[in-house]
């Protein structure tokens, strides 16, 4: 599960990362202080984890973690836990660091029970003769009545959103009625339960199959993959730059969402049930 890159106040030293679900979930990871010398990255480790990583120059792994994001119950607050990586990122990341192992945390970070909009800082040690002061902030809003997220990245890159986004396979609905929030980014993305997840990009993408099959018009989106007719119609046009155009299609049958956050009742446990999403990287969601 991004990573995308958004421009923040001067008092934010670097980018942010955010993902935004139809359940109202946005999840930011920002970084705070001096030194720019190093690009923070995140790439998914399961459900409801991250692989937080920063490289140099060089494009090596200087420094890596796992981020953890728990949702309660009521759905309501979140508890975040930042760990140390171990031999699951070694494996998936073999030679990252020149064949060194990856420094990482210590011991594990647990945040306390953090309601919408509260952040959990972590600070990120660096060598004191950069002079470089880094603290990674994590935050988790819950937007309200399917009110829209906050948007990132720069208007012209050429944007996606989905309002209450209504899909029907073969002319047959599928997707869950009722409100949705709105989710904005330059890649998005739907989950059926059953028939795995469906990402969406304006432009094409060269690290993943992505099929130049869909196409816009205004509020419906249209496409076909594995011999399925698929429309998916939302309630505000869908390309933020034009009212028609094409867009790039991948499907996942395999792609299953583990973590809580994602459902819109959090206690109902490991029940499937569709969503939608929107972030600036792909990376939320495909390694």
């Not at 993902?19 to 999840?27: A, D, E, F, I, P």
């Not at 953890?68 to 031999?87: L, M, Q, W, Y």
């Not at 990120?124 to 819950?142: K, L």
């Not at 690290?207 to 594995?226: E, I, Y």
């Amino acid at each position: 599960m991004l990573l995308g890159l958004v421009m923040l106040p001067a008092a934010w030293g670097q980018a942010s990362a955010v993902v935004s679900l139809s359940n109202g979930v946005q999840l930011r990871v920002a970084v705070r202080g001096a030194g720019t010398s190093l690009k923070a990255d995140m790439e998914p480790a399961s459900g409801n984890s991250f692989y937080r990583i920063f490289r140099d120059e060089n494009n090596l792994d200087v420094f890596a973690y796992e981020i953890v994001v728990n949702r309660t119950a009521d759905g309501e607050r979140f508890h975040v836990i930042a760990r140390p990586v171990g031999a699951e990122f070694a494996t998936r990341f073999p030679n990252s660091d020149g064949g060194k192992p990856v420094p990482t945390l210590s011991a594990p970070r647990d945040s306390e029970f953090l309601a919408s909009g509260r952040r959990f800082d972590v600070e990120i040690p660096t060598n004191p003769g950069t002079r470089e002061n880094r603290t990674d902030s994590i935050q988790v809003t819950i937007n309200r009545r399917g009110a829209a997220t906050q948007d990132s990245g720069t208007p012209s890159s050429g944007r996606l959103r989905f309002v209450n986004l209504q899909v029907s396979v073969q002319g047959h609905a599928v997707s869950a009625p009722g409100p949705g929030a709105i989710v904005s980014g330059i890649y998005a993305m739907f989950y059926l339960p059953g028939r795995g997840g469906y990402f969406f990009s304006t432009q094409q993408v060269d690290k993943l199959p992505f099929t130049h099959v869909g196409s816009v018009d205004r509020a419906v989106l249209r496409f076909t993959v594995d011999n399925e007719n698929i429309e998916c119609t939302s309630e505000t046009p869908i390309l933020t730059q034009s009212e028609r155009g094409e867009v790039w299609v991948y499907h996942d049958p395999n792609y299953k969402p583990e973590g809580n956050w994602t459902k819109t009742n959090p206690a109902s446990g490991s029940g499937d049930e569709f969503f939608t999403a929107a972030s600036d990287s792909l990376k939320w969601w495909l390694p």
